[in-house]
């Protein structure tokens, strides 16, 4: 499967951002989705998933509350909408894919997306 993100952008702290991760394939709904992010000189982190289905989620401590993941199967999409944004939320955010049912707090992943820059200004 091949993922397309879209959406980052600058946006001003306290605003919101919508990000879209579009995949190739028929085969869309089998995959657990999940984003991550990496700031500048930091490591990866790992922001959320969702299920197959869109039944289940999970949130990263650091952005509970605040974003939230949803899934468009027939559009073959994955959304990643982030309110209330801070300055420490800008990075660039990758969605990535995997079939194996390793569960949602898994950071295994075996299909990135090319990443797209979110800008928090303070």
């Known amino acids: 499967v091949q993922l397309q993100a879209s959406g980052g952008g600058l946006v001003q702290a306290g605003g919101s951002l919508r990000l879209s991760c579009t995949a190739s394939g028929r085969t869309f709904s089998s995959y657990r989705m999940g984003w991550f992010r990496q700031a500048p000189g930091k490591e990866r982190e790992f922001v959320g998933a969702i299920s197959w289905s869109g039944g289940n989620t999970y949130y990263a401590e650091s952005v509970k509350g605040r974003f939230t993941i949803s899934r468009d199967n027939a559009k073959s999409t994955v959304h990643l909408q982030m309110n209330s944004l801070k300055p420490e939320d800008t990075a660039v955010y990758y969605c990535?894919?995997?079939?194996?049912?390793?569960?949602?707090?898994?950071?295994?992943?075996?299909?990135w997306g090319q990443g797209t820059l979110v800008t928090v200004s303070s």
């Open positions: 990535a894919a995997d079939r194996r049912d390793y569960g949602l707090r898994s950071t295994k992943y075996d299909y």
